[in-house]
């Protein structure tokens, strides 16, 4: 009998939950993951969450941990430290994907021949394994990345900073005690900015927060911050340069606009102020850029994407193009979180299964 194989490109909750669905449903799923673990950004998330129906309050960690158990379970094919090279369409309309990763015995409870099951490269020993798979369809989960020092590659003196003074992206929720007293500039105007600065003004820090534009987080969580005494909310406003001016401070070039309120750090538009840390929580881009180069060059056809390279689908979860299909936070603007990414992940699986099997 005629196996029905789904490549899951992206092993984080979409990807898994997919996988699971594809499972139950009788296809075979082989789950594409770049890292050397199961879980995606939830391996970023180190807060307890409260939000998530029948968990109770886990870590983004923990939630992983019980995610990667439950596929595991179920034998599902999983290739980590594993990257995408190729993808060409084959002549039944099918696709042929080339794999370039580590090729590792799997554990004996669930032989099998291509399956990767570490959750960590040290506790392997691997090599370098290339090899061709064929898919019926391709479900593509593999989710976005948080912007980080790249945000800031036009600022002079930025590349003179050491690596401990700017701290990216879900970094700056880890043992928010250590920064303790200190003076932090965040970077960002989104939820995790301001949550981040709340946070911060419990450990007794002083904390400005700078974008461009104005914030965009939930206005209680701008509420809290902008009352707070140690707070100043700096929107419309531009670092120019960053100096470190001795082993624990960090001076700040700031150039604010007119439009700007509540700003007892600027003079005739233009500022300085000195800092102990940096945080960029700038918000997440997505990661579509790297498939879509592979499916111009290998199919000819191009996935349609927003103005911010977020792939578009339809309310099934298909793309433009056939028995292509996507979930989870590389297709969602709107609700991005991980109860939506197990959604969608089970929406993409039950379509590709329909589409395909009828």
Same mark, same amino acid.
């Given at each position: 009998?005629?196996?029905?194989n789904?490549?899951?490109?992206?092993?984080?909750?979409?990807?898994?939950?997919a996988?699971?669905? *594809? #499972?139950?449903?009788?296809?075979?799923?082989?789950?594409?993951?770049?890292e /050397? #673990?199961?879980?995606?950004?939830?391996?970023?998330?180190?807060?307890?969450?409260?939000?998530?129906?029948?968990?109770?309050?886990?870590?983004?960690?923990?939630?992983?941990?019980?995610f990667?158990?439950?596929?595991?379970?179920?034998?599902?094919?999983?290739?980590?430290?594993?990257? *995408?090279?190729?993808?060409?369409?084959?002549?039944?309309?099918?696709?042929?994907?080339?794999l370039?990763?580590q090729?590792?015995?799997?554990?004996?409870?669930?032989?099998?021949?291509?399956?990767?099951?570490s959750?960590?490269?040290?506790?392997?020993?691997?090599?370098?394994h290339?090899?061709k798979?064929?898919?019926?369809?391709?479900?593509?989960?593999?989710?976005?990345?948080?912007?980080? #020092?790249?945000?800031?590659?036009?600022?002079?003196?930025?590349?003179?900073?050491?690596?401990?003074?700017?701290?990216?992206?879900?970094?700056?929720?880890?043992?928010?005690?250590?920064? #303790?007293n200190?003076?932090?500039?965040?970077?960002?105007a989104?939820?995790?900015?301001?949550?981040?600065?709340?946070?911060?003004?419990?450990?007794?820090?002083?904390?400005?927060?700078?974008?461009?534009?104005?914030?965009?987080?939930?206005?209680?969580?701008?509420?809290?911050?902008?009352?707070?005494?140690?707070?100043?909310?700096?929107?419309? /406003?531009s670092?120019?340069?960053?100096?470190?001016i001795?082993?624990?401070?960090?001076?700040?070039?700031?150039?604010?606009?007119?439009?700007s %309120?509540?700003?007892?750090?600027?003079?005739?538009? %233009?500022?300085?102020?000195?800092?102990?840390?940096?945080?960029?929580?700038?918000?997440?881009?997505s990661?579509?850029d790297?498939?879509?180069?592979?499916?111009?060059?290998g199919?000819?056809?191009?996935?349609?994407?927003?103005?911010?390279?977020f *792939?578009?689908?339809?309310?099934?979860?298909?793309?433009?193009?056939?028995?292509?299909?996507?979930?989870?936070?590389?297709?969602?603007?709107?609700?991005?979180?991980?109860?939506?990414?197990?959604?969608?992940?089970? *929406?993409a699986?039950?379509?590709?299964?329909?589409?395909?099997?009828?």
């Amino acid at each position: 009998m005629k196996t029905t194989n789904i490549a899951v490109v992206g092993a984080g909750p979409a990807g898994l939950s997919a996988a699971l669905w *594809l #499972k139950n449903l009788g296809l075979t799923p082989i789950v594409i993951e770049r890292e /050397a #673990k199961t879980g995606g950004m939830q391996n970023f998330n180190f807060l307890h969450n409260d939000w998530v129906l029948g968990q109770l309050a886990p870590t983004g960690l923990n939630m992983a941990s019980s995610f990667d158990l439950h596929v595991k379970e179920r034998a599902v094919d999983i290739r980590l430290q594993c990257s *995408l090279e190729s993808i060409i369409r084959a002549n039944d309309g099918g696709f042929i994907l080339s794999l370039n990763g580590q090729k590792t015995p799997a554990p004996k409870k669930m032989q099998s021949s291509f399956q990767i099951h570490s959750q960590s490269s040290s506790q392997v020993h691997s090599q370098s394994h290339a090899e061709k798979i064929y898919c019926d369809g391709i479900i593509l989960a593999n989710g976005t990345r948080y912007l980080g #020092k790249e945000i800031m590659s036009h600022v002079a003196g930025v590349d003179l900073l050491e690596r401990d003074d700017i701290i990216e992206g879900p970094y700056a929720f880890l043992d928010v005690e250590r920064h #303790k007293n200190k003076r932090v500039l965040i970077v960002g105007a989104g939820d995790n900015a301001f949550e981040n600065a709340a946070m911060l003004l419990q450990q007794d820090c002083q904390v400005t927060i700078i974008a461009r534009s104005a914030p965009s987080a939930r206005s209680q969580f701008v509420d809290e911050v902008a009352v707070h005494p140690q707070a100043t909310i700096m929107d419309g /406003a531009s670092i120019m340069f960053v100096k470190k001016i001795n082993p624990t401070e960090i001076e700040i070039g700031i150039r604010s606009n007119d439009s700007s %309120k509540n700003r007892p750090l600027v003079s005739k538009n %233009k500022s300085t102020l000195v800092v102990n840390q940096i945080h960029i929580l700038a918000g997440y881009c997505s990661n579509a850029d790297t498939v879509n180069s592979l499916m111009l060059s290998g199919v000819g056809e191009s996935l349609d994407c927003d103005n911010n390279q977020f *792939l578009l689908v339809d309310r099934l979860g298909r793309t433009n193009v056939s028995h292509i299909y996507a979930a989870g936070d590389v297709c969602n603007t709107d609700f991005p979180c991980v109860v939506s990414a197990v959604a969608s992940g089970a *929406l993409a699986a039950k379509t590709a299964s329909q589409d395909l099997l009828g």
